[in-house]
């Protein structure tokens, strides 16, 4: 090729290499790209133990809400009876006074359309009264006796009322209290729900049992929950629950939940689960005992299980290791 001649579609101008070398970067960019070389790592899920960490600290304040909002109910339950029982003395009180006034006024009308009678006449006349205001004011003194006992129970009625309206100014804020503090129950107890839910699917959380990562079968999930939520319940030799149990009646319940029927003897539970090894065990799994296969329990992992130990000792969560295991089933 002649020296003042160049290759088709290239140029030696720095403009056209600047545009080349963009060109090139944006093709290997996008084949990084498509490559999964530059993509954005994706977000981790959260493990059950930064799970469970966050329910304890929403736990740390629903257990203060939950106290606070018993004792401002509390509070307004009392409140609220008083101020019934003061409604209560009120009502006789205003009867008492309007029925004194009604009296007081009927007199002075009386004194008012008839004229005095004539012993009020005589005290009319020698007073000279010159207005009705003044004829009132003899009337009044007539009917003081009548107007006292209308103070009285006037000033116990205002006294009672005076007491009445702060009692439901109280209500008022403490049932405003109320509101908000079950709506910041409701709030922490739905974000808690939503962490339970978001809990994975192969992880079992009871009340009894220690939190079990990995329960792979529908079946082990719901016998572990049947099984820990028998912890406490008595050893009964023969039980198969729901309220007692021996150590084959408990794991024949726990899988009988989980539509899994075993035979209530630990000989034929035996036969009737796929034989594992302790290395493959699994969270969902019977272990056997002795040579005889004369106990089983309802393993967690972890080296731990759950089973009806003995007479005098009830349901209850402990190490495989306590007594000399003879191998693992798995039902179903």
Known sequence: ???HRHAPGLSTRPG???RAAHRLLVLVAAAAVGAGLLAVPAQAEPTVDEIEAQIDKQWEQLEPTIEQYNKVRAQLKTNRQKSADLQ??????????ELALNRVGDLASRYYMSGPSQEVG???VSAKPDTLAEQLTILDRLASQERKQVEGV???????EGEKRKLDGLIVTQNKQQNELAAKKKQIDGEIKRL???????TVVTEACPTINGVVSAAARTAIRTACGKVGRPYVWGATGPNSFDCSGLTQYAYKAAGV????????QWNEGKAVSRADARPGDLVFFFSGLSHVG????NNQMVHAPRAGKPVQVSSINTMPVAGFRRPG
Request: proline share 9%; no cysteine; hydrophobic share 40%.
């Open 122 to 124: 005589a005290l009319l």
């Open 298 to 301: 309802l393993y967690l992992g």
């Open 261 to 268: 029927y075993l035979t209530h003897h630990t000989g034929d």
């Open 88 to 97: 209560k003395k009120i009502e006789p009180l205003a009867l008492q006074s």
């Open 16 to 18: 056209g290499l600047r």
């Open 196 to 202: 339970e839910a978001s809990m994975p699917k192969t």
């Open 154 to 160: 006037v000033a116990v009625r205002a006294k009672y």
């Open 1 to 3: 090729m002649p020296p």
